[in-house]
């Protein structure tokens, strides 16, 4: 009986610590704070985490903010180098030949979000999220509009 007793509570302590990690706020290094309100003051951001990379193991901070009802992300790494910039956009500011490429090649999926991407080096991408074979999918153009790829998210 002692064993069963020890079995369930130790179930219920991983399972309420897994809530507990779900549910903790993202506090970003001194050095991402500095940089983002360098890039962005006087703005405040909810922070996440995430991994990027060849081999998704270098940590990034992601702050989601609004200026002038905008939607952004700004991603920086752990020791505050800035990486992208996330501008939501709407269906209207796609550029021309990528909503073209979109009507002709995906004609049932509707746009669900879309975004321009600016990098640390101003390369300028959109991202196109649709659904597609029942899965969130964004369609990456160049900043022409000329199709890139499709990446399927997680």
């Not at 369930?8 to 706020?25: G, P, T």
């Not at 609004?66 to 700004?74: Q, Y």
């Not at 153009?141 to 997680?154: A, T, Y």
Request: include cysteine; charged fraction near 25%.
């Amino acid at each position: 009986m002692k064993s069963l007793l020890l079995i369930v509570s130790l179930f219920f302590a991983v399972v309420l610590h897994a809530q507990d990690e779900n549910s903790k706020v993202v506090v970003p290094t001194l050095k991402v704070v500095k940089e983002f309100q360098k890039d962005f003051p006087k703005v405040k951001a909810v922070w996440r985490t995430d991994y990027a990379g060849a081999d998704s193991d270098q940590l990034c901070y992601e702050g989601d903010f609004v200026v002038n009802e905008i939607n952004m992300t700004a991603v920086y790494s752990a020791i505050g180098i800035f990486k992208v910039l996330e501008i939501e956009i709407k269906p209207a500011e796609i550029p021309a030949k990528a909503s073209s490429y979109l009507a002709k090649n995906y004609p049932k999926n509707k746009i669900n979000k879309a975004a321009r991407m600016m990098t640390n080096t101003n390369n300028i991408t959109y991202e196109i999220g649709i659904t597609l074979n029942d899965k969130s999918t964004d369609a990456v153009f160049n900043k022409e509009g000329d199709f890139l790829r499709m990446v399927q998210k997680d």
